[in-house]
């Protein structure tokens, strides 16, 4: 499963010997690098970024960092390598091999899983491209363009299964990712929240903890389909990804602690005079929390979903973690507790499990979300300061599913239209919210120094100094 780096397109698939696939990619680079050049990081095209780059699938020491020019950056095709004898682990077909073909009768709901998916990785980087002209420092910079690069990365992945696997459709379908454009009125990106801005750095990091989370989350079930070249895909895509999220995650970690540092240096809760300072009060960072959280929920769909019954049944999608869990993974005749509004009330009721998969997925998902939460809360209790950040209720603020036009407050209680109406600009960031966070975007760009927002990391990347030198601009 080495990697050939000799090749055009670096690859552990053995491309050279399929001569078909490799020049049908080969034509495509062109236009995927034209699309890097027009629609990725502006500004940094030609700087020198210290990039990661995967030299191997294996779990341990598979990258190689240096300094990268990003349009130069190795795209490629990396699968986890494959184990022998795998079965497939649920659904009708548990126990049967696992499929190195696509199964006919299966072959337009994989190729929607997979457009789906795949669609969202260029959409980040066009979400995300005006931000380096703000970076608060050049660490987070070169994080950033990382998570830029690899994004990137992901969309060779699923361009790749088209390409192998899904014929002329296929190959209509690669050309279409470079088609659709987050946000762009005529052809927008296929999921709601791949078309919102990502106007400036608290967005980004909160996108990195609750959407790129979402990411590792369909990634996952999609890590235990029986189309064993998707799962391997996706199997070394979390490796990645999980990178994303440590960004994120971190990000508001250091927004936080530098926050408290303030409040403790003026002795003040007041979120004028710490705004006054220089950094955001914890109420603000508590409205982006909500917002990106509630938006990021939707992502997992309806709470009751034939699709995903099916999708599962016929052995694409799995559950999270699917080989660890101890049932028949078939599902047939249990039942899963789903929230929903019933009179005025939150109830919780169950359901068919095999229809409620999206609820679950979307429950382990909240519970991984809290982790991160209860991190920054540790670190406010550290500094001695009376304020938890908290995840609203998961009916706060939805747009798809069961609470859909039903007023929820982060606590959970259920509110007439007039009182929901009255009290959004306490929990989701206003206009001005936004204008002022933009306002402290001012770029740091000189080695080793950090925006008044934001405490330095607690280490570097790759064992260099704070002050290394992580992106060279010409
Ligand atoms: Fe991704
Ligand atoms: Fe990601």
Known sequence: MSIDYSARIPNNVALSDNRRLQRALESWQPNYLRWWRELGPEGTQDSDVYLRTAISVESDGWANFGYVKMPEYRWGIFLAAPQAEL???????????????????????????????????????????????????????????????????????????????FGRDGREEADAML??????????????????????????????????????????????????????????????????????????????????????????????????????????????????FSVSLDLFGQERSTNAATYFTTGLKGRYHETRIEDDHRLLDTTWPVSMCKEGAIVCEEQPALLALNERLRDDYIVDCQRGLNRWNREIEKQGIDYRLMLPHRGFNRRIGAFTDVGVAPDGQVLTPDAWARQTHDWLPSDEDHAFVMSLMQPVTEPGKMASWIAPPSRGIHGQPLDFDYVKFP
């Open 87 to 165: 079965t497939i682990a649920f659904g009708d077909h548990r126990g049967a091999p696992v499929w190195q073909e696509v199964p006919g009768e299966y072959r337009s709901p994989l190729r929607r899983l997979i457009v789906t998916q795949g669609d969202t990785e260029p959409a980040s980087v066009e979400q995300q491209r005006h931000l380096g002209h703000t970076c608060p420092s050049l660490y987070d910079l070169r994080n950033l363009l990382q998570v830029n690069v690899e994004e990137g990365r992901h969309l060779w992945a699923m361009v790749y299964l088209l390409h192998a696997y």
């Open 179 to 292: 088609e659709r454009h987050a946000g762009d009125p005529d052809k927008p990106r296929i999921l709601g929240a791949f078309n919102e801005k990502t106007p400036h750095w608290l967005a980004f990091f909160m996108f990195t903890y609750f959407t790129d989370r979402d990411g590792k989350y369909q990634l996952a079930t999609l890590a235990e389909s029986g189309f064993d070249p998707l799962a391997r895909t996706c199997q070394f895509m979390l490796t990645e990804e999980a990178h994303h999220m440590f960004v994120g995650e971190t990000g508001i970690m250091r927004m936080v602690q530098r926050t408290c540092e303030i409040m403790n240096e003026l002795k003040t809760d007041d979120p004028e005079r710490i705004r006054a300072s220089g950094v955001i009060d914890l109420p603000t960072l508590q409205r982006f929390v909500n917002f990106h």
